[in-house]
């Protein structure tokens, strides 16, 4: 099993100090944070994306004599897009909202993407495309760069800042309550099935199950004898 880590050298990523894949990803790093207009969101947001970013980043780590440097380029350019520009709301009465926000990521990937990548155009769009939610395509019917990028971006949950991101970040997203979301998440991580070896290594059934209970455990805490502005008296 890997060892699991709450930290990571973004720096250390992003200029490919290790030279582990091929270039560096600064000028995608500088296009992202000068002109991305949804670093501020509150789910879809700069912290998200650098999240899907790092795990992509342990997954070539994972399976590098399976992958070339050029295949780990391009899925950790895919990171880096795949919300760009995100809006920060759900669509309402839209009949494919996600398909709304692949397309605007894809735009900008067409607009930023450096010459040097230009030929793998079609490859990286591709992996963005896979992370269309929920799925259009199954995930053995996709290669495995597609499936690292998918299950990258459902790892929210296990991150540090769950409450934050995930709870309090769709909701407001969503235009909904916390505890709502929070009430959700019993549901979805129960559901949850990562694809990749690498992803069930890292996000193992325990780890998945410690993280419902957390969820119950919360809403539990919040529900009961609830009493806005009564606070217990412990006199």
């Known amino acids: ?17 290790e030279k582990f894949y091929e270039g560096n990803l600064i000028h995608y790093l500088q296009t992202l944070f000068y002109n991305a207009t949804n670093l501020q969101n509150p789910y879809h947001n700069f912290r998200h994306t650098l999240h899907v970013v790092w795990l992509c980043h342990g997954a070539c780590r994972y399976y590098e004599p399976q992958l070339t440097p050029r295949q780990m380029r391009n899925l950790l350019i895919a990171a880096l897009f795949h919300d760009f520009d995100h809006p920060g709301h759900s669509h309402p009465g839209a009949q494919d909202p996600d398909q709304i926000n692949i397309e605007i990521a894809l735009a900008n990937l067409r607009r930023y993407i ?28 996709l290669g495995l760069l597609a499936n690292i990028i998918r299950d990258a971006d459902l790892a929210q949950a296990f991150s540090p800042a769950w409450i934050r991101q995930v709870v309090i970040g769709l909701a407001q997203e969503w235009g909904t309550q916390p505890i709502e979301v929070l009430k959700g998440q019993a549901a979805f991580l129960g559901t949850l099935s990562f694809y990749t070896p690498w992803a069930r290594d890292l996000f193992p059934p325990e780890l998945v199950n410690a993280k419902i209970e957390e969820a119950e455990k919360l809403v539990r805490l919040l529900e009961t004898d609830r009493a806005v502005g009564n606070p217990t008296n412990f006199a």
């Open 1 to 17: 099993m890997q060892t699991r880590e709450i930290t990571g050298d973004l720096p250390m990523i992003i200029g490919n100090e």
């Open 114 to 141: 450096a010459a040097e990548d230009r030929a793998f155009l079609p490859e990286i769009e591709a992996l963005i495309e896979a992370t269309h939610y929920p799925y259009k395509t199954k995930s053995e019917e």
